[in-house]
């Protein structure tokens, strides 16, 4: 038995909750997870993992085990980095979760730097709108937008782009251009189904509340674009959704001297373990292009 593949193993059997996440996760056979955790612990000559009907849960042992090796796996990691040198770069794989329109517009472009940097590095990128289970899915670093609902999560923002209501030239040319935010129920909305459609513009001291009114409701940011850009109404969104069309003119604000809350962008890390080298340098990079 190799005793650090083994421990390596069982980081990944804990946070993935089961033989067959980890095996998934780790590109390899449930029997063989398996037998690596019966061949640790009959090592160790104590029960690590109590087998329920609802998955996997670690012993008293087991936990303090986890604890320990955790921080024993990841001062390797940094240890091995600083004998490589910096100039070595990162090596093996990145796993990144990512909404699908923000990497396609703003990571994906700029990642060949980032891979040109690191050319022993792998990355894997999981593009989805919806929440995931970091942990569950084996991901080292997410980017997400908004208001964080994992208090468990470790999390730093990384960028705040402005939000706005917007829509197209074109639309505006047939239907007329709202200046203030009470006339923005008077359009046709493009609702993205996983935010609010009530929005709270802010001039000075006065509030607006407003209920954006459509037929149209989309469950990803990329249908939200698509039909925008189809000049199909309105919408609320970030900046960096509808950036170069905003530069080149082909998409316009609404009710300009009126500000919207704006959004955040933050890299959240799995908790209750540390951040990887290649998830923080990763987060770094991202930092350095949306400053750019």
């Not at 770069?89 to 923000?102: C, D, E, H, K, S």
């Not at 189904?193 to 009114?213: H, M, P």
């Amino acid at each position: 038995m190799d005793r650090f593949q083994a421990m390596q193993m069982y980081v990944q059997v804990v946070d993935a909750g089961s033989f067959s996440a980890a095996a998934r996760i780790l590109n390899i056979g449930q029997p063989a997870v398996s037998k690596t955790i019966a061949q640790l612990e009959k090592h160790l000559d104590v029960r690590l993992l109590l087998r329920t009907t609802h998955g996997l849960t670690p012993t008293e042992a087991g936990q303090r085990f986890y604890e320990r090796v955790r921080i024993t796996l990841q001062q390797a990691d940094e240890a091995e980095m600083a004998a490589r040198g910096a100039d070595k770069g990162l090596t093996g794989i990145l796993r990144v979760a990512a909404a699908p329109t923000f990497a396609r517009l703003h990571v994906i472009p700029y990642l060949a730097q980032f891979m040109e940097q690191h050319p022993q590095l792998k990355v894997d990128i999981r593009l989805d709108d919806r929440p995931i289970d970091l942990i569950a899915e084996g991901i080292d670093i997410c980017l997400r937008m908004g208001t964080l609902q994992d208090s468990g999560a470790v999390a730093r923002k990384i960028a705040t782009s402005r939000r706005s209501a917007l829509a197209t030239s074109e639309y505006l040319s047939r239907h007329g251009h709202p200046q203030h935010p009470a006339e923005l129920s008077q359009h046709e909305a493009l609702i993205f189904s996983q935010l609010n459609d009530t929005w709270q513009f802010k001039r000075a001291a006065e509030v607006e509340n407003v209920v954006l009114k459509g037929r149209l409701h989309l469950s990803a940011a990329e249908g939200i674009r698509s039909a925008v850009l189809a000049h199909m109404g309105i919408t609320v969104a970030s900046d960096w959704m509808f950036s170069q069309e905003i530069a080149d003119g082909t998409v316009e604000r609404l009710a300009s001297d009126w500000a919207l809350p704006d959004i955040d962008l933050w890299a959240v890390f799995p908790g209750g373990r540390m951040a990887t080298a290649k998830a923080r340098q990763f987060a770094a990079f991202v930092e350095g292009v949306m400053a750019d």
